[in-house]
């Protein structure tokens, strides 16, 4: 398999507002969820929440626009595309929010102003990020946009892999984009599944915890001096036992795991890393612990992202990876704050402490709502 | 060669002083099960994608792709005015029914499939989004079988539906749920396949050399007029049933299951694309 070489990244997320300052913030485990309080409720709704730290409201309706355009610049001038190669690129975004925070700032304030005419979801679609990013890159390629929950970047990245592997494009730009807005944080609330600290994989797990982050990725068919990191497969199967997690019994997860692990002609001992989905909530973490068991004689380190920028749900493949990518390519396997007593039951034990990241094969896990899995195989070759 | 096994097409036009059309009848036959805590866009494409795997067995690694430009319009219509005009907590199932993927679910669920599945969005254009990625896939050989379907929801009232759309309140309004079943492998049934270029001076050469009497050309809603215009002139199109001109954010769609789920004889060619992206060619085969 060809794969695609990763030759330009961006991100803004909790850690911070370009890809380097957040590998360094995510080595030196410097960031802590802030404290959110939304009092439009009968209860005020309470939760710690990883915001990206700009300066901002953090309901403002113009941070898409100011946010995604710089994070999606600083991944194709990493790439050095021509202006042509910029104007046919196609993208491939993700995402669980896409417009729906613009889109109740305005009914809001429609309320507010004329409430007789007021239009619930004044916005509608999903086309909004494709529209702010090909304005402002000047882009006019296709666009593929993807809504599997929290694994829509991951399917975003798998299409546009496979798609460069086809040759139908010599590049892509795959972002992941997740803002904060009233309807995630207030709909997960409802569904009880927020906690106060996160700790994937502890036996005091008791769920996630959200943030928000825009990641976005440069895939390219050629490589170049400075490429060492190449996607180099995937694959994405769903599982029907329940919309919001997969079977705590793990087979659909070990069923992904094994057709990444086929489909790349890797074996699970050349695994040198395996970064989880780790949500932290029983179930999720029970349900990728068992199908890891399943799959791995011999677990390879893991690491848990999540605690270093929270659940960033649709767009958290390409920020993890991002994140991932630049800690590999600096040496190190990241640690997973927030892990401290292991259970016994699932056996699986993220690493506390950074680890070497030797050259070699390493997964990458995704689990979505709606059932979905998925799992990237990354490669990282020697300078 | 990927085949079209079979296809269903529930394109639905929606009257100004009417009900929209109860679907639960029609899915108690359908559905192995009574799904409960399911909104309209679902109920729409457990419909459509019941109807294309009908009397079928299909493989468990069966692929699922669906595409839609506004997704399940009413559960979000419903989730926002809970949230933002009544201040309260979003309901659990209406807040995970936001997700384009709770669809693919209940399909994979009820026709027992355990294979990808994606739900991808290109306003005007989803279908030719859904179709790239299956065809993708399936000659990659990751996918040997997929049900691709297309679906668009209407949210009452149709005013307010039509100005979330920025469309003319005069236009026809439609619901649908258009489906093909894929295969990879031979057979007598209809072939797809889709042939990319670069230049459209290729792309009419092309067309040139395949086109036979009696074949039906689609150019895509989203295209420049002038040049579906030039193709339309230049291949003599025949007209394809759009249920009386009524549109949503799918019709591509429409019209490709329409087609395949008829017996017309002839091809049928769907063209998409733009001078800088450069332009698709998906071909329905005789």
Redesign the interface.
Same mark, same amino acid.
């Given at each position: 398999m060809a794969g695609a070489y990763i030759r330009g990244v961006g991100l803004s997320c909790a850690l911070g507002e370009d890809s380097e300052s957040c590998v360094s913030a995510m080595q030196r485990r410097q960031v802590q969820p802030v404290r959110l309080r939304l009092d439009? &409720?009968?209860e005020p709704?309470l939760m710690p929440y990883y915001r990206i730290p700009d300066r901002s409201e953090l309901f403002d309706a113009g941070r898409f626009e100011r946010l995604l355009p710089p994070v999606a610049r600083a991944a194709v001038a990493q790439a050095g595309l021509t202006t042509a190669e910029i104007?046919?690129l196609?993208m491939f975004i993700g995402s669980?929010c896409f417009s729906?925070g613009l889109?109740?700032s305005r009914?809001?304030t429609a309320?507010t102003q004329q409430p007789e005419t007021?239009?619930?979801?004044?916005?509608?679609?999903?086309?909004d990020i494709?529209v702010i990013l090909q304005r402002t890159l000047g882009c006019? /390629?296709? $666009?593929?946009?993807?809504? $599997?929950?929290c $694994?829509s970047s991951a399917?975003a990245l798998l299409?546009a892999l496979?798609?460069i592997?086809?040759g139908?494009y010599r590049q892509a730009l795959v972002v992941g984009a997740e803002l904060a807005n009233?309807?995630t944080l207030?709909? &997960?609330? /409802?569904?009880q599944i927020v906690a106060e600290t996160l700790q994937p994989f502890d036996a005091a797990r008791k769920g996630l915890l959200l943030g928000e982050g825009i990641g976005a990725v440069l895939l390219s068919a050629e490589t170049d001096s400075a490429s060492r990191l190449r996607v180099i497969g995937g694959?994405?199967?769903?599982?029907?036992w329940s919309? $919001?997690t997969a079977n705590t019994d793990g087979n659909?997860v070990a069923?992904v795991l094994n057709q990444v692990l086929h489909?790349t002609r890797v074996q699970p001992q050349q695994v040198r890393g395996i970064k989880a989905h780790g949500t932290a909530t029983p179930t999720g973490d029970a349900a990728e612990a068992r199908g890891l068991q399943q799959v791995f004689a011999s677990l390879p380190p893991v690491s848990a992202l999540k605690p270093h920028l929270g659940h960033t749900l649709g767009a958290c493949c390409v920020n993890e990876l991002i994140l991932y990518a630049g800690a590999l390519l600096r040496g190190f396997l990241p640690a997973t704050p927030g892990f401290e007593t292991p259970d016994p039951v699932l056996g699986v034990y993220p690493l506390k402490t950074m680890d070497a990241a030797p050259d070699g094969h390493y997964l990458l896990n995704h689990f979505? &709502?709606? /059932?979905?899995n998925t799992v990237l195989a990354l490669e990282k070759t020697a300078p | 060669m990927i085949k079209i096994v079979s296809a269903s097409h529930y394109l639905q036009p929606v009257n100004d002083d009417a009900a929209l059309t109860s679907l639960e009848s029609a899915l108690k036959d359908l559905c192995r099960e009574p799904f409960r805590r399911i909104d309209r866009f679902i109920q729409l494409a457990l419909l459509g994608s019941a109807s294309c795997a009908a009397g079928r067995k299909l493989r468990p690694n069966c692929g699922i792709y669906l595409g839609s430009g506004l997704g399940p319009i009413g559960n979000n219509i419903v989730t926002q005015e809970q949230l933002i005009r009544d201040a309260e907590i979003p309901k659990p199932f209406n807040f995970i029914n936001t997700l384009g993927s709770s669809a693919g679910f209940y399909v994979a669920r009820n026709l027992g499939l355990q294979g990808q599945n994606f739900f991808i969005s290109r306003r005007g254009a989803s279908l030719q989004a859904v179709l790239s990625a299956v065809m993708a896939d399936m000659l990659l050989g990751f996918v040997t079988q997929a049900l691709v379907g297309a679906v668009e929801e209407v949210a009452l009232p149709l005013g307010t539906h039509r100005l979330r759309q920025h469309l003319p309140q005069d236009i026809l309004l439609a619901e649908g749920s258009h489906w093909l079943l894929l295969q990879s492998g031979a057979g007598d049934s209809r072939s797809l396949d889709l042939q990319r270029f670069a230049e459209f001076t290729a792309l009419e050469d092309f067309l040139g050399s395949a086109w036979q009497a009696g074949d039906r050309l689609c150019c895509a809603t989203s295209m420049d007029n002038r040049v579906a215009d030039t193709l339309r002139q230049g291949f003599a199109a025949g007209a394809l049933p759009d249920a009386d001109g009524a549109f949503h954010d799918s019709l591509e769609a429409a019209w490709l299951a329409a087609f395949a789920a008829g017996s017309e004889p002839g091809n049928l060619f769907l063209v998409d694309g733009h001078r800088q992206r450069g332009w698709s060619l998906f071909h329905l085969g005789a």
């Open positions: 439009e &409720f009968d709704l104007r046919r196609p669980s729906i889109s109740e009914y809001a309320l007021a239009i619930p979801m004044p916005l509608c679609g999903y086309q494709a006019e /390629g296709d $666009t593929y946009t993807y809504n $599997t929950a $694994t399917n299409a496979r798609m592997e086809l139908w009233r309807t207030a709909g &997960f609330s /409802g569904l694959a994405s199967n769903c599982d029907t919309v $919001t659909s069923k489909q979505g &709502f709606g /059932g979905n | -």
